[in-house]
């Protein structure tokens, strides 16, 4: 199956008293670009959610986006800091005795200095934390190669279409190839008889014209090669998989035997058949750009 690197996907599991929710969307990208943003509290899983990622997405720029919330009433306590407060009251009394000032200390005056009261969250099982939130990263990455996979398939099938075309074009330039060179003798015969008046024509001379014209004019090895691409463009679509770089490849190979028939050219409907020919391919390459 063909996959677009363009997707969105959205998971939310709530267990006990914590709900995870995990969004992601993607854009084309050369590479696998991976941007997570994320509560502190789960920074400790960023190598292992990079991981997790990499068994469904092989290509796209890719951003992540994660919410925690702990509904639990005891996520956090309130810590005494003896040993600080000891420190505090230590200096105070002694800055009173040495500038002889009065010893008002009292307790809540000293709670208000740093770190004699902080907060502290509880510890969380990491194990069963990473459980649930390895289940919100699959159920969003599974819809989110489901949603690949959907435009994928549109992709395909526009892409078939486009080649079907761009065969006829083919077929086209290669059936008026040969009248050209047919009409370019006639044309040849004419204008030597016009100026040689009842001079008999030297059918070698004009043959040996005629065959100049027609190798430079000859596209029979870049039309083959065109057929080919096309024919292999097709059948990789069909086979499926990770094949954006070989299809983009394979266009840029497309678009270089379109240059070179439309170079050869010396003919106005094989001219504007070439010119559509290479707006065709463009097309369909700007299309594999967006092919995982």
């Not at 057929?227 to 679509?237: C, P």
């Not at 094989?270 to 290479?278: F, Q």
Request: with cysteine; glycine share 4%; hydrophobic share 35%.
């Amino acid at each position: 199956m063909i996959k677009s690197m363009t997707g969105f996907g959205r998971c939310e599991v709530a267990e006990k008293n914590r709900k995870i929710t995990v969004e992601m969307k993607s854009v084309n990208h050369r590479y696998l670009d991976v941007n997570i943003k994320m509560p502190k509290k789960l920074n400790c899983f960023e190598a292992a959610i990079r991981t997790e990622l990499k068994k469904y997405i092989s290509r796209g720029k890719v951003d992540l986006f994660i919410t925690y919330e702990d509904f639990s009433e005891t996520t956090s306590t309130v810590h005494y800091n003896r040993e600080v407060a000891q420190e505090y009251l230590t200096y105070l009394r002694q800055m009173a005795e040495e500038f002889h000032l009065d010893d008002d200390i009292r307790v809540s005056t000293l709670s208000k200095y740093p770190e004699v009261f902080t907060m502290e969250e509880q510890t969380v099982d990491e194990e069963e934390l990473w459980k649930e939130l390895a289940e919100a990263i699959g159920g969003a990455a599974q819809m989110f190669v489901d949603s690949r996979i959907k435009e994928g398939e549109n992709l395909k099938n526009d892409l078939i279409g486009k080649l079907d075309g761009m065969l006829r074009m083919v077929d086209f330039i290669a059936e008026r190839s040969p009248q050209i060179v047919a009409e370019y003798r006639q044309r040849l015969e004419e204008k030597v008889k016009e100026l040689l008046g009842n001079t008999t024509v030297d059918e070698t001379r004009l043959l040996m014209e005629v065959t100049i014209f027609a190798d430079k004019v000859c596209v029979d090895e870049e039309l083959v090669r065109l057929r080919s691409h096309i024919e292999t463009t097709r059948n990789t679509l069909i086979e499926g998989g990770s094949v954006g770089r070989k299809l983009d490849f394979i266009a840029q190979e497309m678009n270089r035997e379109a240059n070179t028939t439309l170079s050869k050219s010396n003919d106005l409907e094989i001219s504007s058949c070439a010119i559509e020919l290479k707006t065709e391919i463009e097309k369909v390459r700007e299309q594999i750009q967006n092919i995982e």
